[in-house]
């Protein structure tokens, strides 16, 4: 299997030691489990990502940033290397913001993973949103799909009282009755039907969306070596969940404590395929012309994603 040959990732493995006076003693790659991100847990579990960048004498510091938004902040800061799980419209906002940052892989495609989910006793249909407190973490796909919601409704977010909340604080916050709908995926979908709760709607028919992994410019140009060890660790977990997948899926259980049925229910919802491809670009496209539209980016701002964000090497990871 070739890993990342563009960036030259055998040269990367067999040299980068020489030269680890040009490195970094540290690099700072976030984690993300929520949804459902089965490679990045497997990939922290099995201590790939530490055996990946141990040929450079570099320590891996993994800090856990679970909004876009504030991934895309600490990488415009020079906080953070690598973002392993961006919502593609948090990279397009970052990047049309002047963000250094590029767009090097896919990390999934998961459209019926992301719910807008109420209690047994909340609003029955779409149509009965306005005015409703809606909690979930503000700047990621999960705000898109309540955008085109509302939209699908003729509504806006001014037409609610949007509230910014991690995914868990958002299911706890909906449970306990304080607000009427939460923007949800992965095991807090499945505990709060659980709990009686169930889901307006999917993003089905709604968004596209792409996750993808994205890194800070700089590093990307002056490391690329570095990035390529990256791409070993996490193409070593994908390797691992087709070869192992129950012992993967008990890995993701007792991470995000639920149980192992619950978790298989979880992965047929995703492809982890890292390669972008131009189905992905036509997606991430048009997640661009809607933010244009729902008024979340300005149209001066509007950029050709291949040639601009996506680096080529996105299209040629195996």
Do not use: W
């Not at 990256?230 to 899926?249: M, R, S, T, V």
């Amino acid at each position: 299997m070739k890993l990342f040959a563009s960036l030259g990732l055998a040269a990367a493995l067999l040299f980068g030691p020489a030269h680890a006076a040009d490195k970094p003693k540290v690099v700072h790659i976030t984690y993300v489990t929520a949804p459902f991100n089965l490679p990045s847990i497997v990939m922290r579990e099995k201590g790939f990502l530490d055996a990946a960048f141990a040929p450079f004498g570099i320590k891996v510091e993994a800090p856990v940033i679970t909004s876009g938004a504030q991934q895309t902040q600490a990488i415009a800061a020079g906080e953070i290397d690598i973002a392993s799980v961006l919502g593609g419209t948090s990279a397009i906002l970052a990047a049309a913001n002047g963000a250094p940052l590029k767009i090097v892989a896919a990390y999934a495609r998961s459209p019926k993973a992301y719910f807008l989910m109420t209690r047994a006793d909340g609003p029955a249909r779409l149509a009965d949103l306005k005015g409703k407190k809606i909690a979930g973490p503000k700047g990621t796909v999960l705000n898109q799909l309540l955008v085109a919601a509302l939209v699908s409704q003729k509504l806006t977010l001014a037409d609610v009282e949007y509230i910014n909340m991690d995914l868990p604080t958002a299911r706890a916050a909906l449970l306990a009755g304080q607000v009427d709908v939460a923007t949800l995926a992965g095991a807090d979908v499945t505990l709060v039907e659980k709990a009686g709760g169930r889901p307006l709607t999917s993003g089905e028919g709604l968004i596209r969306p792409t996750t993808v992994i994205g890194a800070n410019s700089a590093f990307l140009e002056k490391h690329p070596d570095l990035v390529a060890a990256y791409f070993a660790a996490h193409l070593k977990a994908i390797d691992f969940i087709a070869k192992n997948p129950e012992e993967a899926l008990a890995i993701a259980a007792k991470e995000q404590k639920i149980s192992i049925d619950d978790a298989r229910a979880q992965l047929p919802l995703y492809d982890f395929t890292p390669v972008m491809t131009e189905t992905d670009v036509a997606n991430l496209t048009a997640d661009q012309a809607f933010m244009i539209e729902a008024g979340m980016l300005p149209k001066a701002k509007a950029m050709d994603l291949k040639a601009k964000l996506i680096v080529p090497s996105a299209f040629t990871l195996k």
